[in-house]
């Protein structure tokens, strides 16, 4: 990474951050995002979330500080050093999913995740799904709450929560998790390589409506979801060498 010496900061603008924003930019100074060489983002995962959005295919890296309740995509938030650690930080490049969703109306929806794509059932009726991988059914009727498709990014967020598996940063996989599966039961999920197209057809649309959702964008009462990886987007994330996203994972995983 080239010397960093210009600085932006963001805030999720609760009264933690904002104070961690004014107190780091009398430090640090404040730039313009667009002449920065790195954008510091002080919240939690949402605004981390948000920040990799905003900044995609910009090549601008995203550095979160903590000062939100989960913080897992973000660094330990201390204000000294913050130059030196940031030039010592290990990027990982993201790639979204790009999904395509078709309404009720025939309408199309696209709109990228960079942790998730999910569909969830509208009404106290389970939905009904049909899964399909590259244009082979691969489970002709799914009944359940939802389904999710996570990257790795998004493996420890809703896919996690939902008992799916915790995936590498680096993993060339994507992960097919049911939400609170009915038939089959007792299946689990699967996990698919990265370069595949996902899509679930949602059966009897009227009696049991479905939304889906990437990352904040949700779409009402869809018949037919598509999601790929977007190979040609990428967004950069910034974490501490000595805790590192590998890091995170494995320590995630072996907890109990």
Known sequence: MHPIEKLAFVSSET???DAARAALERRYGAHDPKKADVIVALGGDGLMLQTLHRFMNTGKPIYGLNRGSVGFLMNEY?????????????VSRIHPLVMEATDALGHIHSALAINEVSLIRQTHQA???RISVDGRVRMEELVCDGVIVATPAGSTAYNLSAHGPILPIDAQLLALTPISAFRPRRWRGALLPN???????????????VSAAADYTEIRNVTDVRVREETNSESLALFDADHNWDERIL??????
């Not at 370069?195 to 409506?209: A, Q």
């Not at 320590?251 to 109990?256: D, G, H, K, V, W």
Request: aromatic share 4%; no cysteine.
């Open 78 to 90: 201390h204000e000294t050093d913050l130059l030196e650690r940031i030039q010592r930080a290990v």
């Open 195 to 209: 370069r595949v197209s996902v899509r679930i057809t949602v059966l009897e649309t009227s009696k049991r409506p």
């Open 127 to 129: 939905a009904k799904l």
């Open 15 to 17: 009264e933690e951050a």
């Open 251 to 256: 320590s995630e995983m072996f907890r109990y």
